[in-house]
């Protein structure tokens, strides 16, 4: 995506947006968490985005990848990504970050900057900071156990950690004041550092948590736990789903496929420690 395709870039704002929807408004409301480390092009630095997409209950129980978009059939067609929220943040400032507090809403210099962009379909939402556009163009929903587990999308626009006062000061400070932009694929988001050097610099997926809650059209959430709360599927940096929790930092419920991986892993590493030669404690005490 070139820059010159962009529109101005957004600056990081020291927005006051409210509350997170704790309940959805809009029928169909799917939303994701991410939340992964930058990676060595830009140490100590995190980002953290937030998305809310609507589709339809017929949508939702589809199978598979679903086309999106005018003209092209299919129960996802009407889908649409409605809001992005973004956050650089210093990681050695700032722990993981919930979206159901409204500090995470906050920018806090120079230890990290908040962007919102929303659809003109949500104009007046108060979260928004008044940046509303046509900025999205999501291309494909992938639907597994009638829960949204992956989108493709672009984002049109960049975004600029500086602050907006002086144009100069980078916000967060371990972003270097670079410009970065987000794109989406079915696997995960994919955030670029556009003036790098060498750039553009993709993010590492390491490390990658990906959280996305599915509700019904009338607004229920479609899985919930034995206590009412909304259960949402948790993936791994290549888009697997590993399991069912209620927050991207909760512990989860692995799904079968994912139970069989982390069987497979944990099978894996117990071999390599037989062909060592060392015990099982002392190999979990020298890991990372």
């Not at 949500?122 to 992938?142: H, I, Q, V």
């Not at 948790?234 to 982390?262: C, H, M, W, Y």
Request: charged share 15%.
């Amino acid at each position: 995506m070139s820059l010159k395709s962009l529109p101005a870039a957004l600056k990081t704002a020291a927005l006051s947006l409210g509350l997170l929807l704790q309940a959805p408004v809009h029928a169909g409301l799917i939303s994701g968490s991410w939340d992964p480390e930058f990676g060595p092009a830009l140490p100590h630095l995190s980002w953290s985005a937030y998305a809310e997409l609507t589709a339809s209950d017929d949508c939702t129980a589809a199978v598979g990848d679903q086309t999106v978009g005018a003209g092209t059939g299919g129960p996802c067609a009407d889908a649409r990504v409605n809001a992005l929220f973004l956050q650089l943040y210093n990681t050695t400032s700032f722990g993981a970050l919930d979206w159901g507090l409204p500090s995470s809403y906050s920018s806090s210099p120079p230890h990290s900057a908040t962007f919102a962009i929303c659809d003109t379909n949500l104009y007046g939402d108060s979260r928004c900071g008044g940046n509303f556009w046509n900025y999205f163009s999501l291309s494909a929903l992938r639907i597994e156990g009638g829960s949204v587990v992956g989108l493709q999308a672009t984002v049109n626009t960049s975004f600029l950690a500086q602050d907006p006062g002086t144009g100069t000061d980078p916000w967060p400070s371990s972003s270097l004041g670079k410009l970065f932009s987000l794109k989406f694929t079915l696997e995960g988001p994919e955030l670029y550092c556009q003036d790098c050097t060498g750039g553009p610099i993709k993010s590492s997926s390491e490390g990658l948590r990906q959280f996305l809650v599915t509700y019904k059209d009338n607004g229920q959430a479609k899985f919930t736990d034995s206590t009412g709360k909304a259960l949402g599927v948790v993936l791994d940096d290549k888009g697997q789903v590993l399991g069912r929790a209620t927050s991207i930092n909760a512990q989860f419920v692995p799904e079968p496929g994912g139970l069989a991986l982390v069987l497979a892993a944990l099978g894996a590493a117990a071999l390599a420690r037989r062909r060592r030669g060392l015990p099982a404690t002392a190999a979990r005490r020298h890991a990372p």
